[in-house]
Protein backbone atom coordinates (compact mmCIF):
# COMPACT_ATOMS: atom_id res chain seq x y z
CA UNK A 1 0.00 0.00 0.00
CA UNK A 2 1.33 3.53 -0.77
CA UNK A 3 -0.13 6.76 0.35
CA UNK A 4 0.04 10.30 -0.66
CA UNK A 5 -0.68 13.31 1.30
CA UNK A 6 -2.63 16.60 -0.65
CA UNK A 7 -2.43 19.95 1.04
CA UNK A 8 -4.03 21.90 -1.92
CA UNK A 9 -7.39 20.69 -3.59
CA UNK A 10 -7.11 18.30 -6.53
CA UNK A 11 -10.01 17.52 -8.65
CA UNK A 12 -8.91 13.92 -10.06
CA UNK A 13 -7.61 13.06 -6.44
CA UNK A 14 -11.60 13.84 -4.82
CA UNK A 15 -12.92 12.46 -7.78
CA UNK A 16 -11.38 9.07 -6.83
CA UNK A 17 -10.94 9.30 -3.43
CA UNK A 18 -14.18 11.40 -2.70
CA UNK A 19 -16.17 8.15 -4.00
CA UNK A 20 -15.18 6.33 -0.42
CA UNK A 21 -15.89 9.49 1.44
CA UNK A 22 -19.14 9.64 -0.49
CA UNK A 23 -20.02 5.86 0.27
CA UNK A 24 -18.87 5.92 3.84
CA UNK A 25 -20.76 9.37 4.86
CA UNK A 26 -23.61 9.87 2.66
CA UNK A 27 -26.15 9.18 5.45
CA UNK A 28 -23.34 10.12 8.48
CA UNK A 29 -22.87 13.43 8.56
CA UNK A 30 -20.65 13.96 5.56
CA UNK A 31 -19.61 17.75 4.66
CA UNK A 32 -20.35 19.18 1.16
CA UNK A 33 -18.18 19.53 -0.68
CA UNK A 34 -17.73 22.98 -1.44
CA UNK A 35 -16.88 23.06 2.59
CA UNK A 36 -14.08 20.65 1.68
CA UNK A 37 -12.72 22.67 -1.41
CA UNK A 38 -13.17 25.79 1.48
CA UNK A 39 -11.19 23.75 4.32
CA UNK A 40 -8.41 23.13 1.50
CA UNK A 41 -8.60 26.90 1.02
CA UNK A 42 -7.79 27.98 4.10
CA UNK A 43 -5.23 25.37 4.75
CA UNK A 44 -7.04 23.98 7.52
CA UNK A 45 -6.69 20.45 5.95
CA UNK A 46 -5.10 17.78 4.98
CA UNK A 47 -6.11 14.78 2.46
CA UNK A 48 -4.33 11.60 3.24
CA UNK A 49 -5.03 8.33 0.09
CA UNK A 50 -3.93 4.87 0.54
CA UNK A 51 -3.42 3.36 -2.83
CA UNK A 52 -2.75 -0.59 -3.81
CA UNK A 53 -1.60 0.33 -7.15
CA UNK A 54 -3.50 2.77 -8.68
CA UNK A 55 -6.90 2.83 -6.73
CA UNK A 56 -7.44 4.50 -3.75
CA UNK A 57 -8.17 2.57 -1.25
CA UNK A 58 -8.48 4.52 1.86
CA UNK A 59 -9.33 7.71 2.67
CA UNK A 60 -8.74 10.45 5.83
CA UNK A 61 -9.26 13.76 5.58
CA UNK A 62 -7.57 15.85 8.75
CA UNK A 63 -8.11 19.03 10.53
CA UNK A 64 -5.49 21.33 11.87
CA UNK A 65 -6.31 22.06 15.82
CA UNK A 66 -3.75 25.10 15.41
CA UNK A 67 -3.97 26.45 18.86
CA UNK A 68 -3.66 22.96 20.42
CA UNK A 69 -0.78 22.03 18.35
CA UNK A 70 -3.06 18.88 17.22
CA UNK A 71 -4.58 17.17 14.05
CA UNK A 72 -8.04 15.89 13.86
CA UNK A 73 -8.96 12.96 11.81
CA UNK A 74 -12.50 14.48 10.46
CA UNK A 75 -13.03 11.77 8.10
CA UNK A 76 -11.77 8.26 7.63
CA UNK A 77 -12.54 5.44 5.96
CA UNK A 78 -11.65 2.23 3.66
CA UNK A 79 -13.42 1.42 0.15
CA UNK A 80 -15.86 -0.92 1.11
CA UNK A 81 -13.96 -4.13 -1.09
CA UNK A 82 -11.06 -3.56 1.08
CA UNK A 83 -12.15 -3.75 4.46
CA UNK A 84 -11.12 -5.61 7.21
CA UNK A 85 -7.81 -6.55 5.69
CA UNK A 86 -5.26 -4.03 8.01
CA UNK A 87 -5.62 -1.11 5.74
CA UNK A 88 -7.08 1.23 8.35
CA UNK A 89 -4.02 0.31 10.57
CA UNK A 90 -1.49 1.05 8.38
CA UNK A 91 -3.60 4.39 7.11
CA UNK A 92 -3.57 5.63 10.73
CA UNK A 93 0.21 4.43 11.08
CA UNK A 94 1.39 6.09 7.94
CA UNK A 95 -0.61 9.32 9.43
CA UNK A 96 0.87 8.92 12.79
CA UNK A 97 4.61 8.93 11.12
CA UNK A 98 3.43 11.06 8.46
CA UNK A 99 2.69 13.46 11.78
CA UNK A 100 6.32 13.02 12.91
CA UNK A 101 7.72 14.60 10.40
CA UNK A 102 5.54 18.00 11.29
CA UNK A 103 7.18 19.57 14.38
CA UNK A 104 4.00 21.19 15.18
CA UNK A 105 1.72 18.57 15.63
CA UNK A 106 1.72 16.87 19.50
CA UNK A 107 -1.23 14.68 19.04
CA UNK A 108 -4.17 13.33 16.85
CA UNK A 109 -8.06 13.17 17.97
CA UNK A 110 -11.07 12.08 16.49
CA UNK A 111 -14.32 11.81 17.41
CA UNK A 112 -16.45 9.02 17.60
CA UNK A 113 -20.18 8.18 18.51
CA UNK A 114 -20.86 7.46 21.87
CA UNK A 115 -23.75 5.50 21.61
CA UNK A 116 -22.99 2.18 23.19
CA UNK A 117 -24.29 -0.04 19.83
CA UNK A 118 -21.97 -3.07 18.28
CA UNK A 119 -20.77 -0.81 15.63
CA UNK A 120 -19.66 2.12 17.73
CA UNK A 121 -17.99 0.03 20.26
CA UNK A 122 -15.97 -1.80 17.21
CA UNK A 123 -14.72 1.61 16.20
CA UNK A 124 -13.90 2.43 19.66
CA UNK A 125 -11.85 -1.16 20.10
CA UNK A 126 -10.36 -0.17 16.56
CA UNK A 127 -9.09 3.42 17.33
CA UNK A 128 -8.25 1.51 20.87
CA UNK A 129 -6.29 -0.60 18.91
CA UNK A 130 -4.26 2.05 16.99
CA UNK A 131 -3.02 3.45 20.14
CA UNK A 132 -5.58 6.19 21.38
CA UNK A 133 -7.53 6.94 24.03
CA UNK A 134 -10.96 7.10 24.54
CA UNK A 135 -12.10 10.34 26.81
CA UNK A 136 -14.51 10.10 29.33
CA UNK A 137 -16.50 13.26 28.55
CA UNK A 138 -20.00 12.65 26.35
CA UNK A 139 -20.47 15.91 24.05
CA UNK A 140 -23.95 16.66 22.73
CA UNK A 141 -23.80 18.76 19.52
CA UNK A 142 -26.94 21.05 18.58
CA UNK A 143 -26.94 19.99 14.83
CA UNK A 144 -26.54 16.30 15.02
CA UNK A 145 -28.88 13.45 17.54
CA UNK A 146 -26.08 11.47 18.31
CA UNK A 147 -23.63 12.35 20.92
CA UNK A 148 -19.56 11.83 20.69
CA UNK A 149 -16.65 11.07 22.52
CA UNK A 150 -13.35 12.31 21.52
CA UNK A 151 -9.79 10.13 21.86
CA UNK A 152 -6.33 10.86 20.99
CA UNK A 153 -2.98 9.47 20.64
CA UNK A 154 0.11 11.29 21.41
CA UNK A 155 2.44 11.83 17.83
CA UNK A 156 5.26 12.99 20.48
CA UNK A 157 6.27 12.13 23.95
CA UNK A 158 3.55 11.55 26.13
CA UNK A 159 3.85 14.87 27.93
CA UNK A 160 0.06 15.25 29.15
CA UNK A 161 -3.33 13.67 28.81
CA UNK A 162 -6.42 15.71 27.53
CA UNK A 163 -9.88 15.95 29.08
CA UNK A 164 -12.50 15.64 26.37
CA UNK A 165 -14.19 18.84 27.33
CA UNK A 166 -11.14 20.34 26.21
CA UNK A 167 -10.94 18.81 22.94
CA UNK A 168 -14.17 19.58 22.04
CA UNK A 169 -13.56 23.21 22.09
CA UNK A 170 -10.83 23.12 19.66
CA UNK A 171 -12.50 20.63 17.74
CA UNK A 172 -15.70 22.95 18.05
CA UNK A 173 -13.40 25.82 16.63
CA UNK A 174 -12.38 23.58 14.04
CA UNK A 175 -16.00 22.61 12.81
CA UNK A 176 -16.90 26.68 13.23
CA UNK A 177 -13.84 27.55 10.52
CA UNK A 178 -14.54 24.86 8.27
CA UNK A 179 -17.88 26.19 7.42
CA UNK A 180 -16.84 29.30 7.60
CA UNK A 181 -16.57 31.20 4.00
CA UNK A 182 -12.87 32.33 3.56
CA UNK A 183 -12.29 36.27 3.39
Known amino acids: MNFKTYDQWNEEVWADAGFIYKQAFKDKGAKPEDIIRNMFQKGICYLHVGYMEDRSVAMALIGKLNEMDALLIDYFAVHPDFQNQGLGKKMVNYIHEWSLGKDQFDALIIEVEAEKTPENLKRIHFWQHCGFTLTD ?47
Open 137 to 183: YIHQYIWVPEPYQAMYSHIKSKHKDFTGEDLFKHIGKFHKASFQKKR
